[in-house]
């Protein structure tokens, strides 16, 4: 790899692991915090009150699904699907320095839902947080008889597009992509007879290309198999190279998943999950063709953790959120 091609890939993954954040599990809340340069008098954490609400430092942010009479459900745990839908709320708090925008999405088995809010239907589902600032969203989610698992994503500033590796407020966009917030729940009826988890077909990662390139990749796009390079911006239906590197020997398989503008998209033709081996150790690639969008639009990628069965808590991977645009 040429020293220019290592300089911009290492400058990309140090400086993520400046924002790196510490996810932690209370009472399975997810409590997260991004180190944003507090004095220590800031630093001073969080704390799970008796009555189940959580007190964050600054930094930090806590999230969790609750149901519709107020209880708590543990990450990973059964959530109950009554005539057809899933009903309680997702609880989002953050102690914010600035006011910033998110937007939650719903999946079943990874796959996109609609869902209700207030008696309207979205896709993604747009709120705004300052200060230290607690939202709770009541949801209604239609779930189908064999759906095994719901999964949520909340997702950083939904609507900006603004990301540039040369400016400063664009290279702050670009890297705040990095703060998902996800949990994942098993579904069950009133009866608590257990569904059957989905077979995903795996791609055998061994039979990809490696990836020639000093030290681990990540989950990542890049430009292509010779060009190491992270990017802001391509155009709409032109190539990129999917990095998988990092993966954990613990892990039988990950799920990848992609949204463009909020919508799932497919990966490949016809393939909207798509499944790979874990391959600890190495660095493996395949090349993409990003969606075709006639607008400007916003793309990013995510892998979970398979098997979903035995998961206690939902781990995810993404890539950097970059801006297609219109050819």
Known sequence: MKNGKKKVFASVFIAVALIAAITVCIGYVYVRKADQGQTKEQKQGFKLNDDGTVTLGLGYSAHGF????????????DILCED?????????????????????????DF?????????EWFDCYRFSLSGNGTIKIAVEVPVEDNAYEMEYLIVPEPDAKNFSMDNESGWHNFLATKEVSVSSYRITDKTGKRRVPPVFDQIDTEKLEELESEGNTGFELVKSSKDVSAFASAKSGSHACMCLGSMRKEVDAYAVIAFCDWKQ???TKGQWVRCYTSVPDKNYFEEII?????????????????????RLKTLVYQTFRIKLERS
Do not use: C, H, W
């Open 66 to 77: 609750f149901t519709t009479d107020g209880n708590l459900v543990n990450s990973g745990d």
């Open 84 to 108: 057809g839908y899933i009903r309680g709320q997702i609880e989002f708090q953050k102690n914010l320095t600035e006011p910033m925008e998110y937007g939650l999405i719903i999946m079943n």
């Open 111 to 119: 796959m996109q839902k609609k869902f209700a809010v207030d008696n």
């Open 265 to 267: 998209t497919e990966i």
């Open 290 to 310: 990003l969606p075709n969008e006639q607008e400007d639009a916003v793309y990013q990628m995510f892998a979970f953790e398979l098997p979903i069965e035995s």
